[in-house]
Nanobody, 115 residues
C-alpha cells in the first residue's frame, strides 16, 4: 500500500534552515506529483509547494524565495528545503502524493520556529 513517511522536523530559531524528507513506497514514485502542505494550530491545511512529474514546481506566495521542493526518483524521496524560517512557518508539515488521481498523506512532521 501507499506509504509516505516524513522526517526532518525540529525546533529551530528564526532565520534558520531545515530540510524535510518524505520517503515514499507502494507506488511508482516517478509517476506521482508530490507536494508539501502544512497546518498551523487553529488554521486550515495549506499547500506549501508541489513538484510535478516532469519537475515543474509551484510555491505558496508566503514561502517563495525561501523554500525549495525537490525530488529524487532513484530514492523515492521528496524534499523540502526551508531557509530563512519565520515563526509563522511553525506548523505540522505533511507530505502528499497524487497517484492516479488519488491523494495520499503522510502523518506529518512538526516544525517549530522560535523568535
Amino acid at each position: 500500500q501507499v506509504q509516505l513517511v516524513e522526517s526532518g522536523g525540529d525546533l529551530v530559531q528564526a532565520g534558520g534552515s531545515l530540510r524535510l524528507s518524505c520517503a515514499a513506497s507502494g507506488f511508482v514514485f516517478s509517476n506521482a506529483a508530490m507536494g508539501w502542505y502544512r497546518q498551523a494550530p487553529g488554521k486550515l491545511r495549506e499547500r506549501v509547494a508541489v513538484i510535478r512529474i516532469f519537475g515543474t514546481t509551484n510555491y505558496a506566495d508566503s514561502v517563495k524565495g525561501r523554500f525549495t521542493i525537490s525530488r529524487d526518483n532513484a530514492k523515492n524521496t521528496a524534499y523540502l528545503q526551508m531557509n530563512s524560517l519565520k515563526p509563522e512557518d511553525t506548523a505540522v508539515y505533511y507530505c502528499n502524493a497524487v497517484v492516479l488521481g488519488v491523494d495520499y498523506w503522510g502523518k506529518g512532521t512538526l516544525v517549530t520556529v522560535s523568535s
